[in-house]
């Protein structure tokens, strides 16, 4: 029962009992932002740190599930960060949500044999993420999110080559990547998700069952191998209106949505049905 409760729920009872006490040191589920531990406090960046520190360290470690860390870019935290995620992020762990420090640098070294064998879900924000090759597979991961991370096209490359269970990709604000391409070994690849990635020239995907392109940004070219389970396409860039309506219909034959729109055009919704 208690490891159903919310975070904060939990808690307070695990101040009540001393059963749900050895409970909550073994909570699967931790939720540790502004929101849920200062929302209403007066206290200021300093006491946010602290209450962070206390419950991780008072954390069993044993049977953490789900870990959701977002330190708002406030830097008095980042003394603290390697030492937080060096206990949490253990073997067994299964989702890993992230909001960092612009200046931080997440260590890849976390990512143990054990973690990459448990871990289904990782959403980075706001950090530098250096993945190399030697990394090695992570053959749980079904769903990758970076948001204003640091990361190059090629170390992308890198971490999809090691993720040949993923399902889901979703890029926001990756400034540093220029050329995407996604390897045709990501045969689980259905969603792809690329927003406001302005250096982004070119997204080259070979996973041959892609279904869903949500793409934006400037001048962007798509290369696709096979489009042949493509079911909904959204594409928001300039000079995109054209090539899209001569181009696409004949090479995407199960296509049912596009949705595209470029500057100072009307976005235009169109429902195609084939059949």
Excluded at 72 to 88: G, H, K, M, V
Excluded at 219 to 243: R, T
Aim: charged fraction near 20%; charge should be neutral; glycine fraction near 6%.
């Amino acid at each position: 029962i208690h490891s159903l409760m919310p975070m904060r729920d939990a808690a307070r009872a695990a101040c009540l009992s001393r059963a749900f006490l050895h409970s909550w040191r073994c909570h699967p589920n931790l939720t540790l932002d502004w929101q849920t531990l200062c929302s209403k406090s007066k206290g200021g960046g300093g006491n946010f740190s602290r209450k962070i520190d206390s419950i991780i360290r008072n954390h069993s470690g044993i049977g953490l599930k789900r870990l959701e860390l977002d330190i708002f870019d406030d830097d008095r935290t980042l003394p603290y960060i390697d030492s937080w995620l060096q206990f949490a992020v253990t073997p067994g762990i299964e989702e890993l949500t992230l909001g960092l420090y612009k200046r931080y640098n997440f260590p890849c070294s976390l990512l143990s044999d054990g973690v990459r064998n448990s871990i289904r879900y990782l959403e980075l924000r706001r950090s530098a993420f250096r993945p190399m090759a030697e990394l090695g597979p992570l053959r749980s991961l079904t769903t990758l999110h970076l948001c204003s991370v640091r990361i190059t096209g090629d170390e992308v490359g890198c971490f999809l080559s090691n993720s040949p269970a993923l399902e889901q990709l979703k890029l926001y604000d990756c400034k540093e990547i220029i050329f995407l391409k996604i390897p045709c070994m990501l045969q689980r690849l259905r969603c792809l998700s690329v927003f406001s990635c302005w250096m982004l020239q070119l997204i080259e995907c070979k996973a041959p069952n892609l279904s869903n392109i949500y793409a934006s940004g400037e001048n962007i070219k798509l290369s696709l191998s096979e489009a042949l389970c493509m079911k909904d396409l959204c594409m928001c860039f300039p000079n995109v209106i054209g090539y899209a309506l001569a181009e696409l219909p004949s090479i995407m034959p199960t296509l049912e949505t596009l949705e595209i729109g470029s500057e100072d055009e009307v976005i235009l919704l169109i429902r195609l049905y084939f059949g």
